[in-house]
């Protein structure tokens, strides 16, 4: 694995260990080192402290160099790989230089992908020394590291291997700085997306560099921080059992007096009719000392959406019988309350358990923060290109003003692309950090899957102590997904403010619900930007594409594949190519005569049917186009020779409106190829 160390050692049993929490064995270190790192990683307690030491987070990634000016053209650039800070040649070889760093910190995140990823030599130079401390094949040291799972891993398992995202949380710490460099080893071939997360220390602080020979000298440590990341009960204390009734338009709570204690573990199971509604119409309210802190949704405060999606990671689990658990540590000086309001329009009942620790509140002590909004019906902008022309913009999950530590975030999003090809994809966008009031951000990523820990946009469900995706099904096509990030050792600590901004980029013009919820601690005194979004957590679940989506015009034009089915009909998706509008257009393929599709469209009933924009791929069969009950056009694709036929028809329509096609025959010979016709839009005035 190591230069000088065996490369592929067997994974070390943590199963079999004898299992405690290592924080219950925490050691008082003056120095930072390789072990109080692997300690703090599972120490709840110290993710509630505003860091002493303190550091600045860092972060070194492949993301295009053509982003140089905030809102130019390039501001979306998204060849997002094989991009590095230079190239050194040392001994005759070229390394590219993934990251270079001086002064005191500790390399707490590693992730990559690409194609043939990691098939060169990475070398990681430590404290400016010549010779590499470090010396493997990349994939093996990310991903097959002998120090075994969850440190090292790669998702989702479901996925082929090199089309994963392999991550290392190991702590590497370094005295007086880091280089880390790739030799590739297919002349230039390869692509190579990557990410490191670094700390770098406040000047002062002592650190010891990490050296190969500590793996050894601390498997037992390994092991039981392997085994306590895969804990996610709650942590022992004592209980306040719940039994709340939530009549609709109420509240109810539970109150906690105890002086000088942490909620360490929350348990809720929902009983009503309607379970998702459920999932977004109840309101989980935390209160601190009498300061309000948390207002989320309570299924995207525990990770699941509207819909109930088992998952299990460090701080959240699902269980199939819809029994949902946090165990963020949540301190308080003398007081909390745990509220939960029904916003709907029906009862529910929530039971449930609170459970505290003893916590001892000092001067560095920071509350526990959750945040919700939507973006609801959000346009995407025009179909994209590699340069991030098109329309893609910045969303902002948060911004944040005071001390604190941000530590995750879950977004619950439904797509309405029309699925079937890679351009349905949402997430091209990269997260864009700024820290302490930066004009320009420091933390810029490589794509949405690549900062919850995943690649390729798939779609495979996965979990992991510090990412999850319990549903990927609107990756591709239409419906929803649920991607979850939460940090340990890579938090991101501020010390006058943090804004967090996630680009939109969408390969297709359409529409989609968005909502992130963030998760940080603060100060006393702390403030974010969010308002409670009542409106968002209101509006109608989307569970199909036009329940976000109106098939009606704008701006005169109705795109094909906003037609909205009758029913939902099989060989019926999205055919995509730049020279259509949109990029996109309702494509029916493999017809037999005599079949047909209905469609529903709304207009202004003065409104008259202008034109059609219709094309084959095949170009071998005779369509009928009838609306509302009347044939108004026979179309024989074979006599298409462009890519497009506007056809101008110039009918009268009504406020609803019904739009069938019907295959009527095709052309023998060209049979095997399969009947198919693909409208692109409507025009309408």
Known sequence: MFR???????????????????????????????????????????????PAPYYVFQQFSSYDRHTTEINDSTWFANMDCSYFMRVDEIDGRKESVLMDTKGAGAIVRFWITGNNHGAGTLRIYLD???????????????????????????????TAYLRRGHNLYLPIPYAKGCKVTYEMDTQGKEMLYYCINARKYQEG??????????????????GQVNKSLLNTAPQLGNGQVFDLPLAIASENSIEID??????????????????????????????????????CPIGDFFGTGYEMHPSETYYTKVDEDGTMNVSWLMPYKKNCKISFENIGNVTYRVTGNVTTKPYKWTGNSMYFHASWKQFTALSTGENKTRLGKGGCFDMNFVTLTGKGV???????????????HWKSWWGEGDEKVYLDGEKWPSIIGTGTEDYYGYAWCEYHPFDHPYL????????????????????????????????????????????????????YYMLPGGTDNIEPDYK??????????????????????????????IKVEKHTSGFYHDDVSGGVALHWNNATPGESRLFEFYANSDSQLKKIALTSNNKNGVYE??????????????????????????????????????FVSGNNAAKKKGNDIIIDYLVIH
Request: proline fraction near 4%; charged fraction near 25%; charge should be positive.
């Open 536 to 565: 968002g957590a209101k509006a109608k679940l989307a569970f199909g594409r036009f329940d976000i989506l109106r098939p009606e015009p704008e701006k005169g034009k109705l795109e094909g594949e906003n037609l909205k089915p």
């Open 468 to 519: 999850s995706q319990p549903i990927g099904g609107g990756n591709f096509k239409f419906d929803m997904t649920v991607n979850m990030r939460y940090r340990g050792l890579d938090a991101m600590p501020f010390s006058k403010s943090l804004k967090f901004d996630m680009e939109m980029w969408h390969w297709t013009k359409t529409k989609l619900n968005f909502a992130p919820t963030t998760f």
């Open 258 to 295: 105890n002086t000088g204690k942490a909620i360490n573990g929350i348990t809720v199971k929902i009983h009503g009719e309607n379970l998702e509604r459920a999932l977004r119409d109840i309101i989980v309210k935390c209160t601190f000392d009498g300061n309000q802190t948390v207002w």
């Open 128 to 158: 400016g020394k010549k010779e590499p401390t470090i010396e493997t094949k990349l994939l093996d040291f990310i991903s097959k590291n002998e120090v075994g799972y969850p440190l090292s891993s790669s998702v989702s398992p479901k």
């Open 406 to 420: 941000y530590v995750g975030d879950v977004i619950t999003l439904f797509n309405t692309s029309l699925g079937g």
């Open 4 to 50: 000088n160390y065996k490369l592929f050692a067997v994974f070390i049993s943590i199963f079999s260990l004898v299992g405690f929490t290592v924080s219950s064995q925490q050691k008082d270190y003056k120095t930072v080192t390789f072990e109080s790192l692997l300690d703090e990683m599972v120490d709840r307690d110290a993710l509630t402290r505003y």
């Open 205 to 222: 602080v002592k650190v010891e560099s990490f050296q190969p020979k500590m793996i050894e000298a601390n498997r037992e440590l390994i």
């Open 625 to 662: 186009i009838i609306l509302n009950g009347k044939n108004i056009l026979s179309w024989d694709s074979s006599t298409n020779q462009d890519l497009l036929q506007l056809v101008d028809l110039n009918v009268e329509l009504k406020r609803i409106n019904s739009l069938e096609v019907k």
